[in-house]
């Protein structure tokens, strides 16, 4: 089945404490995003990354980090977490060029609380 | 800038019944697309239609049609016999044509589905 699986679904951790969220995609997409999703604000990019060891930031960058070593993979890394990172986020995947039109897949979101 | 905007926080209508959705983009690019997504409780987010902005063709899918006004860039989703399954969040997106491939959401319409 073609999706994109992200773990944990649930985190809670306490402020400063390194942690990473996995996020795999089987689709052999180039495209991958992260965003994060809290309420009245709708969902805001993170990072992207439109291949392998190509990354970017997002409108929301502070406070996080992503590597591509791997296309099938897309890790989001929070350094020194604090509370204002409380947020459900979500990973994306997709095609590039010419096949905007599908949109992304997203995974099934990871709700993380900062204490 | 491009920008997404949902000028409707939150919206209810009774089951069978008939109910629009807003969504007003600001674009300069010509080659872009739009989408619609929903968010259930479950928080997992689904692709509910598409629509390519060459196409003068508003796109439909079962009960969920668009009204794609390019020059308005106004792009409301009719939900047609609604149905409890369809309370959630729903998300308005746009997504250009070009290599970057990011996607834009709007903050979202709460709709609930009254029995």
């Known amino acids: 089945e073609a999706q994109v699986t992200q773990n944990p679904r649930y985190l809670i951790t306490v402020t400063g404490k390194k942690l990473t969220v996995t996020c795999s995609q089987n689709?052999?997409?180039?495209?991958m995003s992260w965003y994060r999703q809290d309420p009245g604000l709708g969902l805001r990019q993170i990072y992207y990354?439109?291949?392998?060891?190509?990354?970017d930031k997002g409108d929301v960058p502070e406070g996080y980090k992503v590597s591509r070593k791997e296309k099938r993979n897309f890790p989001l890394i929070l350094e020194s977490p604090s509370p204002n990172q409380t947020s459900l986020y979500f990973c994306a995947s997709s095609l590039m060029r010419g096949m905007a039109n599908y949109g992304y897949t997203f995974g099934s979101g990871t709700r993380l609380t900062v204490v | 800038a491009q920008t997404v905007t949902q000028s409707q926080p939150e919206m209810s209508v009774q089951e069978a019944e008939t109910v629009t959705l807003s969504c007003t983009y600001d674009?300069?690019?010509?080659?872009?697309?739009l989408f619609w997504y929903k968010q259930p409780p479950s928080r997992q987010m689904i692709l509910v239609i598409r629509?390519?902005?060459?196409?003068?063709q508003n796109a439909t899918e079962n009960r969920f049609s668009v009204n794609f006004q390019k020059a308005a860039k106004s792009f409301s989703l009719k939900i047609s016999d609604s149905q409890l399954g369809d309370t959630a969040m729903y998300f308005c997106?746009?997504?250009?044509?070009?290599?970057?491939?990011?996607?834009?959401f709007g903050k979202g319409t709460k709709l609930s589905v009254k029995p």
């Open positions: 997106a746009l997504r250009h044509g070009g290599s970057q491939g990011n996607l834009i």
């Open positions: 689709m052999n997409h180039e495209y």
């Open positions: 990354s439109m291949n392998v060891e190509v990354t």
């Open positions: 674009t300069s690019e010509s080659n872009y697309y």
């Open positions: 629509q390519e902005a060459y196409k003068q």
